[in-house]
Nanobody, 122 residues
Framework: QVQLVESGGGLVQAGGSLRLSCQGS????????MGWFRQAPGKEREFVAI????????NYADSVKGRFTISRDTAKNTLYLQMNSLKPDDTAVYYC???????????????WGQGTQVTVSS
């Protein structure tokens, strides 16, 4: 059983930064690709960033390249998403997930956290 708990969301002004954290249980970090996804109201869930199981490969959505960075601390079983230069379009519920491909197709991910709200004001 894999459990994921996100934190770090909040309200920030455009241009600001936030760092999301995802605390994982079990052998999450040595076994699975892990990633961040988001879902805005009225829109489908989309991938944001994926980190491969060995930590060597990443995949970012075009909309966040150069602004967001995915990383992990295996000793703490924690996945991070550093978000800089935030825009109002980044407003969404952000989820971490594990168990899917590096391509980031949401429906192929097996385990999900409960999500954390990020709101970017203009």
């Amino acid at each position: 059983q894999v459990q994921l708990v996100e934190s770090g969301g909040g309200l920030v002004q455009a241009g600001g930064s936030l760092r999301l954290s995802c605390q994982g249980s079990g052998r999450t970090f040595s076994t699975y690709n892990m990633g961040w996804f988001r879902q805005a109201p009225g829109k489908e869930r989309e991938f944001v960033a994926i980190l491969s199981w060995n930590g060597r490969n990443t995949n970012y959505a075009d909309s966040v390249k150069g602004r967001f960075t995915i990383s992990r601390d295996t000793a703490k079983n924690t996945l991070y998403l550093q978000m800089n230069s935030l825009k109002p379009d980044d407003t969404a519920v952000y989820y971490c997930a594990v168990g899917g491909p590096l391509s980031g197709t949401p429906h192929e991910y097996d385990y999900w956290g409960q999500g954390t709200q990020v709101t970017v004001s203009s």
